[in-house]
């Protein structure tokens, strides 16, 4: 299919179909924005191929070559740049030349390279996606200008939404709620046998959480974890948390154990495969990350697809993925005794966990499954390209 486009483009015939142009940040990676990116281009690609459109996508900071990477059994193809900003911005606007319909930025770091993409594409459609975090303050000014002439901007929640219209002056009418959606791999996790745990996952009451040990991820509410943590051994003395992620916060985050006193109880573990991954949040009794920083949250539905209760922040994207009091708790930042008291309540109500897991357990399936995501971003494009 590759040596065809060649051939196609060599032969000039290559501008008779309409293109969608991807823009992404990274794909080969860890994280929630790559994920989300990497389910806006598998959907992309097969929005296309039902029309008889074709696709290119950039990644700004993978290596410099054709990635083929697949979503569940939706596949595509993309190209990296290697950090090059101009060797993006200039590949894009030769893409754009090529009948262009719409190109989709997938964050607002790329919304000005989409907006330089109109001087070869004036027609050309502009898509700009949103996370969290880095909506919720002032963008420059570039880029600030860049996105408020796309001509949609999407959001995983209405507490995003809401940031993008007043810290950005933008138009409430230009931006659309579009929550992302559970994996499809981890989806089939669910029904499948599950993988060993790593070696470190402790026997007796489990804590998880999930997520990235950085010094300005710190928001995420590990720390608060670790302090509730004394309280409740007092009770369940057989009690351990674990956290899972990487990052180079870790020894922070060690010597917070230390100073509580809880080393016997905190488990550090990293470079989890899927099916690992999956493995811990099916042995744990609960899930927590009481961020104050999510922009969705994708590991809320993770857990919550292993019918786990789950708590989170009261902040950000959380309360639109977690029922407070239905399929867990929203605590408030910080707060290591509220944090404490909900997970107490879980540990001596076994059957109210159950069923506040199963309860988001239905939730994902119902509301966040990858295909209904698929299902609104289509409609999206549709819009936009026209039908």
């Not at 916060?249 to 060690?254: N, T």
Request: glycine share 8%; charged share 20%.
């Amino acid at each position: 299919m590759l040596a065809a486009s060649f051939l196609a483009f060599r032969d000039g015939t290559w501008q008779t179909q309409r293109v969608l142009i991807g823009l992404f940040p990274e794909l080969d990676a860890a994280g929630g924005v790559q994920r989300a990116g990497r389910h806006i281009a598998a959907v992309m690609k097969e929005f296309a191929d039902s029309r008889g459109m074709d696709c290119r996508f950039l990644s700004l900071n993978d290596s410099r070559e054709l990635h083929r990477m697949s979503v569940g059994e939706r596949h595509f193809v993309f190209t990296g740049c290697e950090r090059g900003k101009a060797r993006l911005a200039a590949t894009a606007v030769r893409a754009a030349r090529r009948k262009a319909k719409l190109v989709l930025a997938a964050h607002p770091n790329l919304a000005p390279v989409a907006q330089a993409m109109h001087v070869a594409a004036p027609r050309m459609k502009t898509i700009v996606c949103t996370h969290g975090v880095e909506v919720w303050e002032p963008l420059s000014l570039v880029r600030r200008r860049a996105l408020r002439k796309a001509d949609l901007i999407l959001a995983p929640s209405h507490s995003t939404a809401e940031h993008v219209a007043a810290r950005q002056n933008i138009a409430a009418a230009k931006i659309r709620v579009l929550p992302w959606a559970l994996d499809p791999q981890f989806e089939a996790l669910v029904s499948q046998p599950l993988a060993p745990l790593p070696s470190k996952f402790p026997h007796g009451q489990v804590i998880f959480t999930v997520g990235r040990w950085l010094a300005t991820e710190r928001y995420k509410g590990m720390d608060t974890l670790i302090t509730a943590l004394p309280r409740l051994l007092t009770r369940w003395p057989e009690l351990h948390l674990v956290l899972a992620g990487e990052g180079d916060d870790r020894a922070w985050l060690e010597e917070l154990v230390e100073k509580n006193g809880v080393s016997l109880h905190v488990h550090f573990v990293s470079k989890l495969s899927y099916p690992e991954l999956a493995a811990c949040y099916a042995a744990c009794d609960i899930f927590a990350l009481p961020s104050r920083g999510e922009g969705f949250g994708f590991v809320y539905l993770e857990a919550m697809a292993f019918a786990k209760p789950v708590i989170g922040g009261t902040h950000g994207g959380a309360p639109e993925v977690i029922q407070d009091g239905v399929t867990g708790y929203l605590v408030q930042h910080g707060d290591a005794t509220q944090l404490a008291t909900c997970i107490e309540t879980l540990l001596c109500d076994g059957d109210l966990a159950r069923k506040m897991g199963q309860r988001g357990c239905e939730r994902v399936e119902n509301e966040f499954s990858f295909s209904v995501f698929a299902k609104s971003l289509k409609k999206i494009l549709r819009e936009q390209c026209g039908s």
